[in-house]
């Protein structure tokens, strides 16, 4: 059974890593590969290994989902990343934004919304639900910290963690930003009907 | 009081993890402690030293997994004490100190993530039981953590994004 969900989710996640990759490479003007999303059951560690490791410090945006169902959508950046994202968004030269400020939270909240939304978009899409994704709140702090604080609050419902990752990559190879969806337990019932 | 060696391993303790260690070569890190909690705990006659990376406030009766054996606060700090002890220290004399529990999604969602608020009060509930209270704890917050204990002085440091360690 979850096998048969996981299956699911990992088609509808390819189309929304599509979309969300697509408005990802709009934004920044270039070409941005989009790996495969991984689909696994279990702790997501390893997702932060994408933006550096386990000191690596990020800014991105945190959704949550609701409607037909409930759950988490973050968008991360490692900084120099996200910061070159701001200067391309803003139309100045790269490295005219040297730290985190004012105007890079907000283009980055503009950037998690889009990009965000085009998952949860892709996901009411393919399962004819009802989603709201939320305002994005941006997020500046240890990557870790981050994953870990959505894997806690979904396994405290108790249930299964199933967490989406989707790793985006420039023309260089270098990643450009981790996408992370975690549907809540109590929805994966419900996304289970809906996909059988 | 001794400084760890300059070329000192460090022992990542992983989400639900925990680790000992009587090695003045080692330190104990718990990186990037969001609604997480790391415990620490050094018995300076021993001088062994623990730390553990707890993620939830209690196992409610659920079997404690193995890949995360201190996930809950109270299995893991149970465990903890279990472990120390099997080391050769004596649970009495811990010199223990608590750091993380931050609500690092924002205020906006601090009223939904309240985890880390749970996972403190648990703590302490479950350290009182074995007869301790911290000495010094660094909780709550928007900002995550990352803790480190050196076994070769006992010492405790914590630091954020934002700022470099402190002892704590």
Known sequence: MQEQLISTLSTVAKDGAFRAGRGLSGLMGQEIAIHVPNVRVGTKADACDAVGGEEAIVLGAYLSISGDITGHVMLLFPIPRALECVDLMCGQPPGTTVEPDELSDSAIGELGNIVGSAFVNALADHLNLILHPSPPTVVNDIAIALVESVYAEVLSQGGDVVMMDAIFEDYSGKTAGLLIVAPDPVSLGRLQRVAA | ?168
């Open chain 2, 1 to 168: 009081m001794t400084a760890p060696a300059p070329d000192a391993r460090r022992i990542s303790v992983g989400i639900g993890q925990l680790a000992i260690s009587k090695d003045p070569a080692e330190i104990l890190v718990a990186y990037g402690l969001g609604s997480c909690i790391g415990v620490s705990c050094y018995d300076p006659q021993s001088r062994v030293s623990g730390l553990a990376h707890i993620l939830l406030p209690s196992s409610d009766g659920k079997r404690t997994e193995d890949r995360e054996p201190a996930r809950f606060a109270d299995t893991g700090i149970d465990l903890l004490m279990t472990r120390m002890a099997a080391s050769g220290a004596v649970v009495r004399r811990l010199v223990v100190k608590i750091a993380g529990g931050a609500a690092v999604l924002g205020p906006a969602n601090a009223e939904k993530f309240k985890i880390g608020e749970r996972n403190a009060e648990a703590i302490k509930e479950r350290l009182k039981r074995h007869g301790l209270t911290p000495t010094t704890t660094d909780l709550g917050g928007t900002k995550g953590r990352t803790l480190e204990l050196h076994p070769a002085s006992g010492k405790t440091f914590v630091r954020t994004a934002a700022s470099p360690a402190n002892e704590l």
